[in-house]
């Protein structure tokens, strides 16, 4: 049973570009999580998916971010026209019944932007 | 604005030291508090604490949570390299985790 997958891992994009950043949860597992690490931070609440559904997404930020669960397919968060200011690493959690506190987090992408 | 304030921020020890990290909230509407470990990839999961004075214990690691003060306490005894790590503090409000911004800690051999 692999754990939850994130990829890339590592990413570099110039100021402008998109950024797509994929996440694969864990067998069986319909929730997933994201979360945004700026350096020397904590990890801050991005938004919670259910599959096709956004149920929170009180932390994004309101322009160039989007992100979604497909029915099939990888949850996708989306950065339009990145800035430098976007560099962090991104964390991707998933859990089986919407249980935030049994999520197993994947490794990271980490994103960083010239 | 809920948060989670960890202290200290980094701490350098030396194998078999005793460390004690600690974590205060103010959230609005808390459930459950959680440690994690970080090591430069996932965090992985320690305790989840949700009532007062309970302790967890896991080997050398503890764990306890007041919530009349709102606070927690993470103790690593007779430490070892491998301990060296980030130690994230979160607290469950909701749908979400709030995270402190860690504890760096580093054991020296």
């Known amino acids: 049973n692999a754990g939850v997958m994130q990829n890339p891992r590592h990413l570099v994009r110039r100021r402008g570009q998109e950024a797509r950043l994929r996440c694969s949860p864990m067998?069986?597992?319909?929730?997933v999580y994201w979360y945004r690490q700026l350096p020397e931070e904590g990890l801050k609440f991005m938004v919670y998916l259910q599959k096709e559904n956004i149920i929170d997404e009180s932390g994004m930020p309101k322009e160039r971010f989007s992100a979604e669960f497909p029915k099939e397919g990888p949850s996708i968060l989306r950065i339009q026209q990145v800035v430098r200011g976007d560099s962090a690493a991104y964390f991707c959690?998933?859990?089986?019944?919407?249980?935030?506190?049994?999520?197993?987090f994947g490794q990271g992408t980490r994103l960083t932007v010239v | 604005e809920d948060k989670v304030v960890q202290s200290p921020l980094s701490l350098v020890v030396h194998e078999g030291d005793t460390v004690t990290l600690n974590c205060s909230y103010e959230?609005?509407?808390?459930?459950?508090l959680l440690w994690y470990k970080q090591e430069k990839k996932a965090p992985t999961f320690l305790f989840m604490l949700?009532?007062?004075?309970i302790e967890k214990k896991s080997g050398r690691l503890s764990s306890i949570l007041d919530k009349k003060e709102l606070f927690s306490i993470l103790n690593i005894t007779a430490t070892q390299t491998g301990d060296s790590a980030v130690y994230l503090c979160a607290v469950e409000d909701g749908n979400k985790l709030v995270f402190g911004a860690g504890t760096i800690l580093r054991v020296k051999s």
């Open positions: 949700t009532s007062s004075g």
């Open positions: 067998k069986g597992h319909s929730h």
């Open positions: 959230v609005t509407n808390f459930r459950s």
């Open positions: 959690a998933s859990s089986a019944f919407g249980s935030n506190t049994e999520a197993f």
